[in-house]
């Protein structure tokens, strides 16, 4: 099955820090990068997402690098808040292609 | 709320029943999906539907029969499962089947099979 490779598993983050995701793919055939935000009790939902005509796309606090020559694409939430908390997944996808996910990275931000 | 709903929320059954997941899209989307989600591990592609035709099933076990009777309902029956099988099943939509669009997710059903 075509992989989507998430780290860390769980990451825990001070009020106002900079928290990082990473993720890796194996499918050069990919591409439409979505990053999604889960709450307890909710299903996901979609956070922001990137193609790879370009390195970096910014939406407020959240920004996803891309590096196409590495496989590899992040989020980074800058100012971490305490209602940031939740699981994020990394998915990939391409035409022909359904949506394959990352295993989540739980988020804990600490007032 | 993101357009798909999901009932019910929490199902508790044991290895013998039969019971049914419903979910109802009201997006007007032509592409309807079943996930699995358990801890820890990657979302899991089972069925995938586009305007009520079948159009993967990735190998998942006869106990699951996904039903698609119209594009905006999906029901996933169950049937002798298996305490493995416990997980919270998500539904999600999307307006056509492997583009690369966006997926709207109901809130889930809980299952706990005893």
């Known amino acids: 099955q075509q992989q989507v490779k998430q780290s860390p598993q769980s990451l825990i983050v001070q009020k106002g820090g900079i928290s990082i995701i990473n993720c890796a793919y194996e499918?050069?055939?990919?591409?439409?990068f979505p990053w999604y935000q889960q709450f307890p009790g909710k299903g996901p939902a979609l956070l922001i997402a990137?193609?790879?005509?370009?390195s970096e796309k910014k939406e407020g606090r959240f920004t996803i690098s891309f590096n196409k020559s590495a496989k590899q694409f992040s989020l980074h939430i800058m100012d971490s808040q305490p209602g940031d908390s939740a699981t994020y997944f990394c998915?990939?996808?391409?035409?022909?292609?359904?949506?394959?996910f990352g295993a989540g990275t739980r988020l804990t931000v600490k007032p | 709320e993101t357009g798909v709903t999901q009932t019910p929320r929490h199902l508790v059954m044991g290895m013998t029943n039969k019971k049914s997941l419903k979910c109802e899209q009201h997006?007007?989307?032509?592409?309807m999906y079943w996930y699995k989600q358990s801890a820890k591990k990657p979302l899991e592609l089972m069925f995938v539907?586009?305007?009520?035709?079948?159009?993967e099933n990735n190998s998942v076990p006869s106990r699951f029969s996904p039903e698609c009777p119209n594009s905006s309902h999906l029901f996933l029956h169950l049937h002798t499962l298996q305490p493995e099988d416990s997980a919270l099943y998500l539904c999600?939509?999307?307006?056509?089947?492997?583009?690369?669009?966006?997926?709207?997710f109901g809130s889930g059903t809980q299952l706990s099979v005893l």
């Open positions: 999600a939509s999307s307006q056509e089947v492997r583009t690369n669009e966006k997926l709207f």
């Open positions: 499918n050069t055939a990919f591409d439409y």
């Open positions: 990137i193609r790879p005509d370009v």
């Open positions: 998915a990939a996808s391409s035409n022909n292609n359904d949506m394959r």
């Open positions: 997006l007007g989307h032509n592409a």
């Open positions: 539907y586009s305007l009520e035709e079948r159009v």
